[in-house]
């Protein structure tokens, strides 16, 4: 199981940005599909986006397509731009070995290693 470790959050106004990232420290991501979760308080864990090990394919939720951009390089990356106070959340990123089918549909339990979390608080 991977040890996951996600960066990026912190605090910013609605209507800004940030750019979460996620690593697997001294192991490569290289053939696994990574997605990226949020779960605010009191709600279920929301699935947001996941892109395939190859980086070829990308899915994102209705929610925020248009929005957020996942890309990977060395690690992956969440950039998330007109952000909303409603979208302050804890964000997880999670990772699913690919073999051959891509993100598929997403859905948490396609993945079994996932990092502890990055608070992103959006004020109004």
């Known amino acids: 199981q991977l040890q996951l470790v996600e960066s990026g959050g912190g605090l910013v106004q609605s209507g800004g940005s940030l750019r979460l990232s996620c690593a697997a420290p001294?192991?490569?991501?290289?053939?696994?599909?990574v997605g990226w979760f949020r779960q605010a308080p009191g709600k279920e864990r929301e699935a947001l986006s996941c892109?395939?090990?190859?980086?070829g394919s990308t899915i994102y939720a209705d929610s925020v397509k248009g929005r957020f951009t996942i890309s990977r390089a060395n690690a992956v990356y969440l950039e998330m731009n007109s952000l909303k106070p409603e979208e302050t959340a804890v964000y997880y990123c999670?990772?699913?070995?690919?073999w051959g089918g891509g993100c598929g549909v997403l859905r948490e339990a396609a993945f079994g290693s996932w990092g502890q979390g990055t608070q992103v608080t959006v004020s109004s």
């Open positions: 999670a990772a699913a070995y690919d």
């Open positions: 001294g192991f490569p991501l290289d053939y696994y599909n």
């Open positions: 892109i395939s090990s190859s980086g």
